[in-house]
């Protein structure tokens, strides 16, 4: 049976009413999810190549002993930009910005929830991480490590606006951050097509949920404790300044309070990822998928258990401390729960050796690694002696790139044909999964045994005498063959996309929706929202009803479903194209650069800020004119369960 | 229609499901409104949470609390906390007269609701001038600071939202999900009404007991 399909008319008015706007203005007002989301990915990736370069020059001043080529205070900066941008502006929001493409085509929706603040929350982001730049291009990157621990970036010891951009590119990325959180959420709780109870959500989709719920409750604490920063630098607040009854240690609570869950946030997403990926390259279900539904929800949890892990140097309670230790043991649980549902999955399916797939087997190797570090550092005595070594830096290398990294190249290899309706070439991928896997372990290897031998973190030299240059050198190559990998992974991106082999709907034989619909998928998503049965619903013969109607083409017109059961609720009109969360945008980094310079911009750039989320907001008359006629309201129907 | 012709419609009920039906905005937690304002509230709940619990850690390292000086002077928290809470009569039949439809009484509460904001944005004027710290004195005068400007952030923010709203509740152009917007406003309104309570507490009594 083929699934029935709008007329030609009727689907041309559909693309027409979804599509962006052309032109220029047309270009800053675009707010469909996957224009944004599409911007978004390619930004972060921007910034990861920005950060690897940080990460190459760091490998080349390290590369041999009493290295000449930057100086310790560019050195400082050199660290502190990588971590910060690989953090901040790549990590966290790459992940939001994959969900906010797939998660809409994943549940059957046409749209995210709040689509044009899910625009905002880009071009916040955005003009953040340009900030950032600028800033370390003019000579004032931070400087302080990216956790820029006081008394370091305090005034006294950071004079300079080092440390006050940092502090605001922190409000910037996790307003952003925060915003796509809410976005994701309400998109997933309230927007899946029908039948897609909870039961049958994608485990991604779970991935993504959890993930957002994480942000929610983690990301503040790092923008109290910022804001308390930059308040202490600019206007003489008091909080981590001990000679006024101040703590520098309630800096490090509330930044690993963030920190901590962060790991996870980063990590948890790709857990999805790998879910997908190895349910279509294994070509069965996942095996046990309630335990893989709970280990995930239970991860969240417990992520916020762990941050003192990170203070175990300082001279907080030890039996405190042992608390910290078991629940960074008892994290181990649920992931390892996972991990074995996953081998039964690989090894009852039929296996399909492709490149995403690749990926994420390399996962397995490298995450487990980094989690066995992850054991070791959990110790209180073992990490008192590793604390700030180059054990930490391999450990935490292990644990984000085999955790993130490698899963999240396997995902642009899987779903970059319905990004672009093209195939990345296999050839090309191979290269680039090996070259990035041996490249990768002979960088971040040897620094375990240089964190054994003593070599700490942040140093941006090392004499001779202390036999740390062989290591050293050999990192330094595994570091550019990782630079080459992903320079061939650019290059297969600008080449498929115009020449790769065309993709068809579902080149991977998958069992989830977005595999339903055309590659790339048509504006408005689906011409027909789907009716779902099933967790593969491709995979599954096909039951009636299979599909919506009675959804208006020429409004942007969404379906709101229940929360647990995805039954029928309303439909609901959602905005259309605008340039105001833009300019709303400008006028709020305005006022968030400004108030590095003078309090007072918080006050006098509130007015444009104000004033352009209140043309954001107010409707248009004769777009609500035309709609008023069809309205239905909630009390003339009896809405049937 | 025949026998014959109703079976086949019922056929094509069976192929599609017909949503043409449905209401076009629904209230409360039918509204994915109400879900992007209860994850707002999530994030500033926790906001304040951890503010609080700053508040507390400085306080379990200080020798004496306040560091220095008195505490702040109970009068005008104490006469706002009743403002604030007493808004929440106006704040009520607004969302119920949302709720129903009734745009005649939304106008009026919301309007009602406007009048209180001025008041309690007065009051609040007077609470920082009698809170007898700074916020560059000590840790104690900073977190109470940081407190106040967290929560009167809250107060010009929700303010101006409802203005702006209560405007276009005037002038229009309306719709049926304007009423959503202005049960959730109403419920938001809530929050900060409802959040003050422990920051007045905290900053208020904190400093006491």
Same mark, same amino acid.
């Given at each position: ?17 979804? =599509? ?263 070509? =069965? ?68 050796? !492709? ?102 973190? =942040? ?38 996309? !115009? ?71 309303? !439909? ?70 | ?7 086949? %419609? ?33 994030? %500033? ?138 049960? %959730? ?25």
């Amino acid at each position: 049976m083929t699934a029935p399909r709008l007329d030609a008319k009727d689907a041309a008015m559909l693309e027409q009413t979804w =599509r962006d706007p052309p032109g220029l203005i047309g270009w800053f007002s675009a707010i469909n999810h996957k224009t944004m989301s599409l911007r978004f990915m390619i930004t972060t990736f921007v910034f990861f190549v920005l950060g690897g370069l940080l990460a190459l020059a760091i490998r080349l001043q390290l590369a041999g002993p009493d290295g000449k080529i930057v100086g310790a205070d560019l050195y400082s900066q050199l660290f502190t930009m990588h971590g910060s941008t690989m953090m901040f502006l790549f990590a966290v929001p790459v992940m939001q910005a994959v969900a906010t493409y797939l998660v809409p085509l994943m549940i059957g929706a046409r749209s995210v929830a709040f689509p044009r603040m899910n625009a905002f929350a880009y071009w916040i982001f955005t003009l953040g991480g340009i900030m950032l730049f600028v800033a370390f291009f003019l000579n004032v990157g931070p400087d302080a490590g990216w956790f820029a621990y006081v008394p370091l970036s305090s005034l006294q010891y950071s004079p300079t606006k080092r440390v006050d951009i940092w502090a605001q590119m922190i409000t910037f990325t996790e307003m952003a951050g925060l915003m796509e959180a809410i976005v994701l959420i309400t998109t997933i709780l309230k927007m899946r097509a029908p039948g897609m109870t909870l039961n049958r959500m994608p485990l991604f989709v779970w991935a993504i949920l959890a993930t957002s719920f994480m942000v929610l409750f983690s990301m503040p604490a790092v923008m109290l404790g910022s804001t308390a920063l930059i308040t202490d630098r600019l206007v003489n607040t008091q909080f981590f300044n001990p000679l006024k009854g101040g703590d520098a240690l309630l800096w490090q609570h509330l930044f690993w309070f963030f920190g901590h869950p962060e790991v996870y946030m980063i990590f948890i997403p790709p857990l999805g990822f790998i879910s997908s990926i190895v349910a279509t390259f294994a070509r =069965r279900p996942i095996v046990g998928y309630p335990a893989m539904v709970l280990s995930v929800v239970a991860t969240a949890f417990l992520a916020f258990g762990l941050w003192v892990h990170h203070m175990f140097a300082t001279n907080l309670p030890e039996l405190g401390k042992t608390f910290f230790t078991a629940a960074s043991l008892m994290i181990a649980i649920p992931t390892a729960l996972q991990i074995f549902c996953w081998i039964a999955t690989l090894w009852t399916g039929r296996l399909n050796l !492709r490149t995403p797939m690749l990926f994420v087997l390399a996962f397995f190797v490298i995450l487990l690694a980094g989690g066995l570090t992850g054991l070791m550092l959990a110790s209180v005595s073992l990490d008192t002696q590793l604390h700030d070594s180059h054990f930490v830096v391999a450990h935490l290398h292990y644990v984000l790139m085999g955790g993130a990294v490698f899963p999240l190249f396997g995902a642009f290899y899987y779903w970059f044909p319905k990004f672009t309706g093209r195939m990345l070439s296999e050839s090309l991928g191979r290269w680039n999964f090996w070259l990035f896997f041996i490249g990768f372990n002979l960088t971040f290897f040897p620094m375990h045994v240089l964190g054994l031998q003593g070599m700490p973190r =942040r140093v941006y030299t090392y004499p001779a005498a202390m036999e740390w240059g062989s290591l050293n050198f050999a990192a330094t190559v595994g570091s550019f063959m990782i630079a080459v990998s992903v320079l061939l992974f650019i290059v297969n991106v600008l080449r498929s996309r !115009r020449h790769g082999v065309p993709a068809g709907n579902d080149p991977w034989g998958a069992g989830t929706l977005e595999w339903s619909i055309a590659s790339p998928p048509p504006a408005g998503n689906f011409e027909m929202v789907p009716v779902v049965h099933a967790r593969d619903p491709l995979w599954e013969p096909k039951r009636l009803p299979s599909h919506v109607t009675g959804l208006a083409n020429d409004y942007r017109e969404i379906l709101v479903t229940s929360v647990a059961d995805a039954e029928l609720d309303h !439909r609901l009109w959602l905005p259309s194209s605008s340039l105001a969360p833009f300019v709303t945008a400008l006028a709020t980094t305005v006022l968030f650069v400004g108030s590095i310079f003078t309090p007072w911009a918080v006050v006098w750039a509130a007015v444009p800020v104000a004033a352009g989320a209140t043309w954001w907001f107010w409707p248009k008359k004769d777009i609500v004119e035309q709609r008023t006629g069809s309205e239905i309201s909630p009390y003339d129907v009896e809405v049937e369960s | 229609m025949s026998t014959l012709e109703k079976e086949k %419609e019922k056929d094509k009920d069976k192929v599609l499901l017909d949503v043409s039906k449905l209401p076009t905005f629904g209230f409360g937690h039918r509204s994915p409104m109400w879900w992007g304002t209860m994850c707002l509230v999530a994030i %500033e709940s926790t906001v304040f949470a951890l503010a609080i619990m700053s508040y507390f850690y400085l306080r379990s390292h200080a020798g004496a609390w306040p560091m220095s000086g008195l505490p702040p002077d109970l009068v005008w928290g104490t006469v706002n906390t009743g403002i604030i809470v007493a808004s929440m009569i106006p704040n009520h039949f607004a969302k119920r007269a949302a709720e129903r439809l009734d745009l005649k009484k939304v106008r009026l509460w919301m309007s009602v609701c406007m009048l209180v904001s001025v008041a309690f944005l007065a009051v609040r004027v007077l609470e920082f001038k009698t809170l007898n710290t700074h916020w560059d004195s000590d840790a104690y005068g900073s977190i109470v600071w940081m407190l106040m400007a967290l929560h009167t952030t809250h107060l010009i923010t929700d303010a101006y939202d409802s203005l702006v709203l209560t405007v276009l509740m005037f002038t229009g152009p309306l719709e049926g999900k304007r009423f959503v917007d202005v049960s %959730e406003n109403a419920g938001y309104w809530y929050f900060v009404v409802l959040s003050w309570i422990p920051i007045y507490a905290v900053i208020y009594w904190g400093a006491r007991l």
